[in-house]
């Protein structure tokens, strides 16, 4: 099997969230960048379990400058075999589903596997931007996957429930919790992942679609109002009559 | 042009979303001075209901049991050209992130999903949304002509004007036979699911024990709410994966959120702070949540959740 798992760098999740020039731009000082979590804990280690099993290779396939090649070692560090990183600033959902498609149209992938969404800007729809791109079918928050030749059994996570599908390859999956387990590399495969290749090629020219014009923080809490176990009656009155959420 | 908005159904009955979409998208409609139009799959019994919010003109797809999300989206984005829509929108939640990408790319849109306001035409389109799971909000601009955008789950409070009657119309484009065979849906019955909740309960590790959740199951049934988990109690499988609320689990934005034994890790904050009230019970002054909370009671959660299930039942009988 062949595999493209797309990985983003989000910021670490205890990040302190501050912007710059006048809360038009996020504040890079002093944030850690890690591999965003569902591509890395779900989609890259599922992918390595598979090929584990049927042989093949995992690629990862990022969007955005040189910089980014450390984060993009952490995922040849956790066992994919080589990395191709598009030469870009990551604009949009679009642009970077464009991106991808764009590679992924000239590589025979039997899967793709993309995260479910990124921590920092949640989108939740590269996957299917990517599938529309190349008109492959398209499974969302993949929570179980299983392959039997070409034909792929998979678990979804619905509101409040599952959905079982099957389809025949080549697909494109978003993978949530449940999918695998995280592997935390060993000291040998953060050295050996520097001699892994990453191919970076060009990327392709797309129009702008969105841009952020101005970021703000959400308004604290006024303060927190004590009530003691006793008064339970009273915590009802004011969820009631003051929250008015009852 | 107008503005189009998939409605959501399951069993021929619309899913409390929908109310919430309707009025949103004709909200919209009247900030943008365009027609709103209701797309849905199948019957829906009780689609007039959507008549308070002012929506008046639905398009019915014929269902098809061969359908799948993409077939689904081609038929929606037929519907959206058929129409002239400039904006179209979707829930955010399972339905909407499956069919939003395909409906995008069809229509060379540009996409913003999870947006929490109404779009604004004062400089040009803009519209928020949350970022960094929470603990920030984003105001973009969208500059396609065609824009497709998926709406978090309470966002807006869907209010009735006078009643208008809706106009279904069976559409002619059909939903063709497509390659995902969907074999079997499991849903938990009675629950409305975490996205959509207006109340959750939601417990932690300081439940010690799996074989403690009764109690918090009665509260949760008592005061009619979904119940919610903190993510250890996930990842050691006291509770199930999709109750997991946070940063690596479910985003949610409740009117009420009662959290029961759970410190409150940044991680878990960010994916619950946008509640419009937050309750507190942990046995721990110092335990982070409080300083998110609006009220705390800092007490053992065994004697004090009984106490608030009784005090809650008192109150609903009278």
Known sequence: MKILVCISKTPETTAKITFTDGDTKFNEDGVQYILNPYDEWYALVRALELVEANGGEVVLGHVGPAANDSIIRKGLAVGAHRAVRIDADPLSAEMVAKQIASHAATENYDLILCGKETIDYNGAIIGGLIAAELTLPYVSFVSHLEVSGSEFTLTRDIEGGVEVSKVNGPIVISASKGLAEQRIPKMKDIMMSKRKPIDVIEAVSTDPTTTIIKYSLPQGKQGVKMLGPDDMDELVRLLNEEAKVL | ?318
């Open chain 2, 1 to 318: 042009m107008s503005v189009l908005v998939y409605i959501e159904a399951q069993n021929g009955k619309l899913r409390k979303a929908s109310h919430e979409l309707a009025y949103y998208a004709v909200k919209s409609a009247a900030i943008l001075g365009l027609d709103c139009c209701g797309v849905v799959v199948g019957d829906c019994a009780d689609i007039q209901d959507l008549g308070q919010y002012g929506l008046t003109q639905v398009e019915q797809l014929a269902p098809n049991a061969n359908g799948d999300n993409m077939t689904i989206a081609a038929a929606v984005a037929g519907v959206a050209q058929a129409k002239s829509a400039s904006l179209v929108i979707f829930g955010h939640n399972s339905i909407g992130k499956s069919l939003l990408p395909s409906v995008a790319v069809k229509l060379s849109a540009g996409t913003l999903s999870g947006v929490n306001s109404l779009p604004s035409t004062d400089n040009g389109f803009t519209i928020s949304k949350t970022v960094f799971s929470g603990k920030a909000i984003a105001t973009y601009e969208m500059h396609t002509p065609v824009k497709v955008i998926s709406l978090m789950g309470n966002s807006v409070k869907p209010e009735s004007s006078e009643v208008e009657n809706v106009t279904i119309n069976n559409s002619d484009i059909q939903i063709a036979d497509g390659t995902i065979k969907v074999i079997e849906t499991r849903r938990e019955d009675g629950t409305v699911p975490l996205p959509e909740a207006e109340l959750v309960v939601s417990a932690g590790r300081g439940m010690k024990a799996p074989d403690n959740w009764p109690i918090i199951d009665e509260l949760a049934e008592v005061l009619g709410a979904t119940t919610a988990c903190s993510r250890p109690v996930a990842d050691i499988g006291w509770r199930p994966h999709h109750e997991h609320v946070g940063q690596t689990g479910v985003a949610i934005r409740p009117n009420l959120y009662i959290a029961i034994g759970i410190s409150g890790a940044i991680q878990h904050l960010a994916g619950v702070n946008s509640s419009k009230t937050i309750v507190v019970i942990n046995k721990d002054p110092e335990a982070p949540f409080f300083k998110a909370a609006d009220y705390g009671v800092c007490a053992d959660l065994f004697d004090v959740v009984p106490k608030l299930t009784a005090a809650l039942r008192k109150f609903k009988e009278n």
